[in-house]
C-alpha cells in the first residue's frame, strides 16, 4: 500500500499530478537516486508527457511518499 504525506497531497494538487501518475512513475521509472539523506527519488516520463519526480521516505516499513514534482 502507498501512503502519503500532507506535503506530498499537497503538492500534488496544486501541479495536477494525480496518485495514478506516482504509482506509475514508482513502477515505470527510468532514473533513481538518492537524496542527502538517503531517501529514494524516481524520475519517470509518462504517457501523457508529464516528466515526474517521486521522493519516497526510507524511515518507514509501508511505501510513504514524502513529495511529489514534475
Known sequence: MIY???HAKDRM???GITEE???YCLQNYHTSYKDITGNPIFRANLPSGKHLKVVVATNTTDTTIITVAD
Do not use: I, L, N, S
Open 13 to 15: 494538487q496544486q501541479r
Open 4 to 6: 502519503y504525506t500532507q
Open 21 to 23: 501518475e506516482v504509482e
